[in-house]
């Protein structure tokens, strides 16, 4: 099977032309046609086989990864998703793979309303890039240079299962209940976009850890910020591990959550009851994050891992 006969058998099918379409898969270019007076909000991400998933990984879990983490971006800007580019390469190709890998990225991009509007396939080394392209009202986008001094710290759902996941898998007792928070995130998209329209400002998704994350808003923001462990939402799972001794620090700077971190005054705080986040901390005058135990002891964490970093 050669390059275009792939593309088409296992992606063109991903393409469900409709108005904001004028030219999908199949073409050198593709031709959009956005809502007018909407920004456009881009993000791209690669996920490359032994550094962000495991070379056995199930593939359709692989498929939903790799779109989910672009839309966590998104979520995180307050934008809806449209249009997505896949760069796909292969060391060879795999019609069971690939008929389960397109099906994990076909079944979240309709859940989302995502169309596949091109992208690229080629040989070498088992890597995926998905470019991701939504919109949104001016104004109502949600940056991490926008946290001020009073405001509280609030986050989706629960922290560390995924980091808690992988350690599991790693050692050889995967925790079923876990696996699925770290093979299929479930991108905050509508969290993301009802908290643009409370008049959120300030948000970021965790895929760096907690305490990494929240660093760059912090340092974007010129500001500091004072979490509380004790208030952190934590699942059963890690509330065990925790009651047996285990580690907090992969807890709040272990990755691949994709919950949403963000800030809101408190004229803002009622409005946010009823969307399941809960305020783990504050921001204040300084720099940096400062972590503390029930006892107001500071957690001192490693540097944050970075690619290419010493």
Same mark, same amino acid.
């Given at each position: 099977?050669?390059?275009?006969?792939?593309?088409? &058998?296992?992606?063109?099918?991903?393409?469900?032309?409709?108005? @904001?379409?004028?030219?999908?898969?199949?073409?050198?270019?593709?031709?959009?046609?956005?809502?007018?007076?909407?920004?456009?909000?881009?993000?791209?991400?690669?996920?490359?086989?032994?550094?962000?998933?495991?070379?056995?990984?199930?593939?359709?879990?692989?498929?939903?990864? #790799?779109?989910?983490?672009?839309? #966590?971006?998104?979520?995180? $800007?307050?934008?809806? =998703?449209?249009?997505?580019? %896949?760069?796909? /390469? %292969?060391?060879?190709?795999?019609?069971?793979?690939?008929?389960?890998?397109?099906?994990?990225? /076909?079944?979240?991009?309709?859940?989302?309303?995502?169309?596949?509007?091109?992208?690229?396939?080629?040989?070498?080394?088992?890597?995926?890039?998905?470019?991701?392209?939504?919109?949104? $009202?001016?104004?109502?986008?949600? &940056?991490? /240079?926008?946290?001020?001094?009073?405001?509280?710290?609030?986050?989706?759902?629960?922290?560390?299962?995924?980091?808690?996941?992988?350690?599991?898998?790693?050692?050889? @007792?995967? +925790?079923?209940?876990?696996?699925?928070? +770290?093979?299929?995130?479930? =991108? &905050?998209?509508?969290?993301?976009?009802?908290?643009?329209?409370?008049? *959120?400002?300030?948000?970021?998704?965790?895929?760096?850890?907690? @305490?990494?994350?929240?660093?760059?808003?912090?340092?974007?923001?010129?500001?500091?910020?004072?979490?509380? %462990?004790?208030?952190? =939402?934590?699942?059963?799972? *890690?509330?065990?591990?925790?009651?047996?001794?285990?580690?907090?620090?992969?807890?709040?700077?272990?990755?691949?959550?994709?919950?949403?971190?963000?800030?809101? =005054?408190?004229?803002?705080?009622?409005?946010?009851?009823?969307?399941?986040?809960?305020?783990?901390?504050?921001?204040?005058?300084?720099?940096?994050?400062? %972590?503390?135990?029930?006892?107001?002891?500071?957690?001192? +964490?490693?540097?944050?891992?970075?690619?290419?970093?010493?």
């Amino acid at each position: 099977m050669a390059e275009f006969e792939l593309i088409e &058998r296992y992606f063109s099918a991903l393409s469900r032309p409709d108005a @904001s379409v004028l030219l999908g898969v199949g073409d050198d270019c593709a031709l959009l046609d956005p809502p007018q007076g909407q920004h456009l909000a881009m993000t791209m991400d690669t996920l490359i086989a032994g550094r962000h998933f495991l070379a056995d990984a199930e593939p359709f879990g692989i498929g939903h990864k #790799s779109l989910a983490v672009n839309l #966590s971006d998104l979520a995180a $800007m307050g934008a809806r =998703p449209a249009w997505a580019l %896949l760069s796909l /390469s %292969l060391p060879r190709i795999d019609h069971a793979w690939l008929t389960d890998f397109s099906a994990g990225f /076909s079944a979240l991009a309709g859940e989302y309303g995502v169309q596949l509007v091109g992208g690229d396939t080629c040989q070498g080394e088992l890597s995926i890039t998905v470019q991701l392209t939504g919109y949104l $009202m001016p104004g109502r986008e949600m &940056r991490r /240079s926008a946290a001020g001094v009073g405001d509280g710290v609030y986050v989706t759902g629960t922290l560390g299962d995924a980091a808690l996941a992988l350690d599991r898998q790693k050692a050889g @007792s995967p +925790l079923a209940e876990l696996q699925q928070r +770290l093979d299929r995130p479930r =991108p &905050r998209v509508e969290e993301g976009q009802a908290l643009a329209a409370l008049g *959120v400002r300030a948000c970021i998704d965790i895929s760096d850890g907690l @305490s990494a994350d929240l660093g760059h808003v912090c340092r974007q923001s010129g500001c500091a910020a004072r979490i509380h %462990l004790d208030q952190l =939402p934590l699942s059963a799972p *890690v509330r065990e591990y925790l009651r047996a001794g285990g580690d907090i620090r992969p807890i709040v700077s272990g990755g691949d959550d994709y919950e949403l971190c963000f800030t809101a =005054p408190a004229r803002i705080a009622p409005r946010l009851a009823g969307l399941g986040v809960t305020r783990i901390g504050e921001i204040l005058p300084g720099e940096g994050v400062e %972590l503390l135990d029930a006892s107001s002891r500071a957690l001192d +964490l490693p540097p944050a891992w970075e690619h290419f970093s010493s």
